[in-house]
């Protein structure tokens, strides 16, 4: 099934297939949820309604006043076309599953379904596929055409080497000169300070950024009974456990990570939503939807 | 100090390896899993590895100890706690009492002017019992009973309460070291720490057996125990003598042995039968009146009068007209003394129409004075055909085989020159299991194969070994004999010159020091010192030797007067023993090992006529019929059909028990070395056996709890990791 038939499936046909109310809730919370951040560009009239004390003055309409005598502040919204970059970590980790999808494959089905919202909605979306380094480049683009691109490079990204996405993200806030909104798409299984830190880089180059952890449950349960032999995916070296003995203190060291992260996300402003591969991936479009 | 009362079971310590072994063993079944969050695992890794490997350890630790405090419950450890309060005592009671109580039942005990002394024994058992608490095992031990099948210990202090006074005396003889030994097998079958060995006696010296010493040093040796063992335990158990005050009980008549004035008795021809009254008192004589049966006929009484401290012997005369088993009895009639037991003894008598002899000649064509046992044959049988004392059977040394030892009594081998070693191998038997055996020397004699294969260095069945064949230029005389020896009951009281005349030319030297000493009985000596005739018990038979020739080839002692009534008494002795013996002691059961056709039943009867259970078995490695242990003095008869009259087995008590003379509470103790309690009343077992007075604990409750603690310890540690 290529990343299109995903698309189509797990957007189209389920939240088509949701009633006219959760489908309206789901396309109310799209709507509008890129506020501009900037003015000028597109600035659509909305209606007037008479001036009240302490409003703005350079929304008097003037043409109004000087026809009808009457004060009247003209009213509009502002909406600009969102730069959106969908970061996805392909980093060995992101190789494992113990579901019938890995992390990698599902975090592609988020990314792609991802991308056609955003398309559909008329932003533009860019895609960087990496690891250790930025493996694949699309600038952001807001046609059909861009995104069957970005599906195709989508198609193509497989786990590669470590995670290290810290230098990555700083080679990429240092491409991104205008404000935009940097979706990243990672397990996160990399030393957290340095990951929040590029991070907060991104915050401070105006960039609103979104996490969607990806996780497959046996990383949170680690259900391994008896002596074990664990074959890193990232090159580590081997290690021989009792997973009955050593579950506690890896579940400890799990919630430890994940607590770091989740604070530092809060305290930088970051939206962040941790996926499990079993989840349907609507059900978590639906959640990040949401996000305020 | 601590003991273990299971000691066999310290290998279940081994156990302790299990948790290690499945560990290793668990180690070794590694599945493979390709894992994404390596991070993790390193991470937990760099911080708590110390700590997982100190868990695992720990965890391995108490497993270990979880099965070895199971292991140690076990075993039964025991923590005896001494102090200097209870050395001084000198009772210490250690824990739980496994107890031994060994009853002297033995029939002195019914010995007593207003009651047996067997009720004041009892009142003293009574009181033991009452000192001991629930919980506290205890074994009860008769002296009627040693040799019977080992109980189990029992825990019922109220039912053998019961079953001690209702005890009556047996008629079986005190063996006090006996008892004791049984008393330390006894109490391997207990498993409580503080052992006791009680013995309960009346305090009668001969059962002491204090002339044995082999044996109680063996006994003292054995209740020491290991050098370390403290006293009151398993190994080395607290001794507790309790006996009544010895009264003085100096009023015992008693016949104390009958006796034949001959080793083999005829029938046809008088017997002088010897009853020996001895009276135990001590002060004045006593006058009783002796009455002799045979076959429950009487056939005289007399009068005896015997001096305190003394005895009389009371001689009768009897013929036994035909062949066969009778039983004398003797008793003292309308007479009264403390022990009745011993007023009355029997003694069966099998009287022969003729002892069969075989003589295997060491010649080719034995006949007449020829050959080397024709003097011989002609000494015990000088006319055959003709009824006589021996029925002879001559043969060659070709003529001989295993099978014909069966029918004789006695065997004589004469100057042989060689024996299979099948046919040594039958004549030890035959000799081991009663029978006699002569055997002559002579030129034809081997040495190197009669001291190979004959003697075995003292161990075969000729008395000693042979050292050289010697031919003394002066010819060697008999001249001492072994004076009230059965074998010279025919000579009169000039033995002395019956010897003068003969001559020992040549002889063979015996090593009798390669006997063993006190075995070897030598009869005749030689006038430079050599012996001549030497006796020697093998087993339950008699081997006699003679040192030179049966016929003229070395001696022309078969050609003097003495040859005669030297081989008859020779040949008498040997064959006078009738085995298995029917002359018992109470407790001894019959043996009747002539059993011809065992698909024939056969019958026994006690004195009072009750049948008595018999049972096919074996003695001497032949089949035999067996009786239950006879356990009142008397005549027993015993049936076989393919015999014309009865057996008779002759049980009377053992003379020693008569004496009745106390034993001094220093000898007693001295017997035993010290560490010996004895009490003489109830009171002073009260005094000094309070139950309360427990000084130790056993530690196998707390093994267990132990146990269950770490196994609750276990059960955290385990869930917490998971």
């Given at each position: 099934m290529t990343l299109l038939d995903k698309v189509h499936r797990e957007v189209i046909e389920r939240l088509g297939n949701l009633s006219v109310t959760a489908r309206q809730a789901v396309e109310s919370v799209l709507a509008g949820q890129h506020r501009s951040v900037r003015r000028g560009l597109s600035v659509e009239f909305a209606g007037h309604r008479q001036y009240q004390a302490g409003d703005d003055l350079r929304h008097l309409d003037w043409l109004v006043y000087a026809r009808s005598d009457r004060y009247d502040i003209r009213q509009y919204e502002e909406e600009t076309k969102l730069r959106a970059t969908l970061i996805l970590d392909t980093s060995g980790s992101m190789g494992y599953g113990s579901t019938r999808q890995t992390k990698l494959a599902y975090a592609q089905a988020l990314t792609a379904a991802l991308g056609f919202l955003m398309i559909r909605q008329g932003d533009a979306v860019g895609l960087v596929a990496c690891d250790t380094a930025i493996r694949h480049f699309i600038p952001p683009g807001s046609t059909m055409a861009h995104l069957l691109n970005v599906l195709a490079t989508l198609e193509q990204t497989a786990p590669g080497n470590e995670t290290s996405l810290a230098p990555v993200l700083d080679e990429i806030a240092g491409r991104l000169n205008r404000r935009g909104l940097v979706i990243l798409i990672t397990d996160t299984f990399d030393d957290p300070r340095a990951l929040l830190n590029s991070i907060q880089f991104l915050r401070h180059r105006k960039q609103e950024v979104r996490l969607f952890q990806i996780l497959d449950p046996q990383e949170r349960t680690f259900p391994f009974q008896g002596m074990t032999e664990f074959v890193g995916l990232e090159h580590e070296p081997r290690l021989k456990l009792d997973g009955d003995r050593v579950r506690e203190h890896y579940r400890q060291i799990f919630q430890d990570h994940q607590q770091r992260l989740q604070s530092g996300c809060h305290a930088a402003g970051v939206q962040m939503e941790t996926c499990w591969t079993h989840e349907e991936l609507f059900t978590v479009l639906i959640r990040a939807l949401a996000w305020k | 100090m601590i003991e273990f009362l299971n000691p066999l079971l310290w290998g279940g310590l081994a156990a302790v390896s299990a948790p290690v072994i499945i560990h290793l063993l668990h180690r070794r079944k590694v599945k493979q899993v390709d894992w994404g969050a390596m991070r993790f695992l390193l991470e937990m890794l760099a911080k708590r590895r110390r700590r997982l490997f100190l868990d695992e350890l720990l965890l391995l630790l108490v497993r270990a100890l979880l099965v070895g405090c199971v292991a140690l419950a076990m075993v039964r450890p025991a923590f005896?706690?001494?102090?200097?309060?209870?050395?001084?005592?000198?009772?210490?009671?250690?824990?739980?009492?496994?107890?031994?109580?060994?009853?002297?039942?033995?029939?002195?005990?019914?010995?007593?002017?207003?009651?047996p002394v067997l009720e004041a024994m009892k009142k003293l058992g009574l009181a033991y019992l009452d000192s001991l608490a629930p919980g506290d095992e205890i074994s009860l031990v008769l002296m009627s009973q040693s040799g019977a099948p080992a109980n189990d210990p029992l825990f019922d202090i109220e039912g053998l309460k019961a079953h001690l006074a209702g005890l009556k005396p047996s008629y079986v003889a005190t063996d006090i070291p006996a008892l004791l030994d049984a008393g330390m097998n006894q109490l391997k079958r207990h498993v409580n720490p503080g052992a006791e060995l009680v013995l309960l006696t009346d305090g009668r010296k001969d059962g002491w057996?204090?002339?044995?010493?082999?044996?109680?040093?063996?006994?003292?040796?054995?209740?020491?125990?290991?050098?370390?063992?403290?006293?009151?335990?398993?190994?080395?158990?607290?001794?507790?003598?309790?006996?009544?005050?010895?009264?003085?009980?100096?009023?015992?008549?008693?016949?104390?042995?009958?006796?034949?004035?001959?080793?083999?008795?005829?029938?046809?021809?008088?017997?002088?039968?010897?009853?020996?009254?001895?009276?135990?008192?001590?002060?004045?004589?006593?006058?009783?009146?002796?009455?002799?049966?045979?076959?429950?006929?009487?056939?005289?009484?007399?009068?005896?009068?015997?001096?305190?401290?003394?005895?009389?012997?009371?001689?009768?005369?009897?013929?036994?007209?035909?062949?066969?088993?009778?039983?004398?009895?003797?008793?003292?009639?309308?007479?009264?003394?403390?022990?009745?037991?011993?007023?009355?003894?029997?003694?069966?008598?099998?009287?022969?129409?003729?002892?069969?002899?075989?003589?295997?000649?060491?010649?080719?064509?034995?006949?007449?004075?020829?050959?080397?046992?024709?003097?011989?044959?002609?000494?015990?049988?000088?006319?055959?055909?003709?009824?006589?004392?021996?029925?002879?059977?001559?043969?060659?040394?070709?003529?001989?085989?295993?099978?014909?030892?069966?029918?004789y009594?006695?065997?004589?081998?004469?100057?042989?020159?060689?024996?299979?070693?099948?046919?040594?191998?039958?004549?030890?038997?035959?000799?081991?299991?009663?029978?006699?055996?002569?055997?002559?020397?002579g030129p034809d004699s081997d040495l190197a194969l009669i001291n190979r294969y004959w003697a075995r260095n003292g161990e075969g069945f000729l008395p000693c070994p042979l050292q050289r064949p010697l031919s003394p230029p002066k010819p060697a005389l008999p001249a001492a004999i072994s004076l009230g020896h059965p074998v010279f009951s025919g000579f009169g009281s000039k033995s002395d010159e019956a010897w003068k005349a003969a001559k020992v030319r040549s002889y063979f030297k015996l090593d009798a020091a390669k006997a063993k000493g006190a075995e070897l009985d030598v009869l005749l000596t030689m006038d430079n010192g050599d012996a001549l005739l030497v006796e020697r018990r093998r087993g339950l038979g008699l081997v006699t030797l003679m040192a030179t020739s049966l016929n003229a080839d070395w001696t022309d002692l078969p050609l003097q007067a003495a040859f005669v009534p030297l081989m008859r008494g020779v040949a008498g002795h040997l064959g006078s023993f009738v085995m298995p013996p029917r002359n018992l002691l109470p407790g001894d059961p019959i043996i009747y090992a002539r059993v011809k056709d065992p698909s024939k039943p056969m019958s026994a009867e006690d004195p009072s006529g009750k049948p008595i259970k018999l049972t096919l078995g074996s003695w001497e490695g032949r089949t035999a019929v067996l009786s239950e242990p006879l356990m009142e003095p008397g005549v027993?008869?015993?049936?076989?059909?393919?015999?014309?009259?009865?057996?008779?087995?002759?049980?009377?008590?053992?003379?020693?028990?008569?004496?009745?003379?106390?034993?001094?509470?220093?000898?007693?103790?001295?017997?035993?070395?010290?560490?010996?309690?004895?009490?003489?009343?109830?009171?002073?077992?009260?005094?000094?056996?309070?139950?309360?007075?427990?000084?130790?604990?056993?530690?196998?409750?707390?093994?267990?709890?132990?146990?269950?603690?770490?196994?609750?310890?276990?059960?955290?540690?385990?869930?917490?990791?998971?």
């Open positions: - | 005896h706690h001494r102090t200097a309060e209870n050395a001084a005592r000198g009772i210490t009671r250690q824990g739980r009492t496994a107890a031994v109580l060994l009853i002297d039942d033995s029939v002195s005990c019914a010995a007593g002017r207003a009651q057996r204090q002339d044995d010493k082999v044996r109680w040093d063996e006994l003292r040796q054995r209740l020491r125990g290991p050098g370390n063992a403290a006293l009151g335990t398993r190994q080395r158990p607290q001794v507790i003598i309790l006996a009544p005050d010895a009264a003085a009980l100096d009023d015992n008549l008693a016949i104390i042995d009958i006796a034949l004035d001959r080793t083999l008795v005829a029938a046809g021809r008088p017997a002088g039968l010897r009853v020996v009254v001895a009276n135990y008192g001590k002060q004045g004589g006593r006058q009783a009146t002796v009455q002799a049966a045979v076959n429950g006929e009487v056939i005289g009484s007399k009068p005896a009068e015997v001096p305190a401290g003394g005895r009389q012997d009371v001689v009768f005369t009897h013929t036994f007209e035909t062949a066969g088993s009778y039983a004398v009895q003797a008793s003292l009639v309308n007479h009264h003394d403390l022990l009745p037991a011993d007023d009355s003894r029997a003694l069966s008598i099998q009287v022969e129409a003729s002892v069969p002899v075989l003589l295997v000649d060491g010649a080719n064509s034995p006949a007449g004075l020829q050959g080397k046992l024709g003097f011989l044959a002609a000494a015990l049988d000088p006319d055959p055909g003709s009824p006589g004392p021996f029925k002879v059977s001559r043969i060659s040394l070709a003529q001989f085989t295993p099978s014909l030892l069966q029918d009594r006695v065997v004589a081998l004469g100057d042989l020159p060689i024996l299979e070693p099948a046919m040594v191998d039958a004549l030890e038997r035959f000799v081991v299991s009663g029978g006699g055996l002569l055997v002559g020397l027993y008869l015993l049936h076989d059909p393919q015999l014309p009259g009865p057996i008779r087995y002759a049980v009377s008590v053992a003379p020693a028990e008569s004496a009745l003379l106390p034993i001094a509470d220093r000898e007693m103790t001295q017997s035993l070395e010290g560490g010996v309690s004895l009490f003489h009343s109830p009171t002073q077992i009260v005094a000094n056996l309070d139950p309360a007075r427990r000084q130790s604990v056993e530690l196998w409750k707390w093994c267990l709890f132990g146990a269950l603690g770490l196994m609750f310890l276990e059960g955290w540690m385990t869930r917490r990791e998971a």
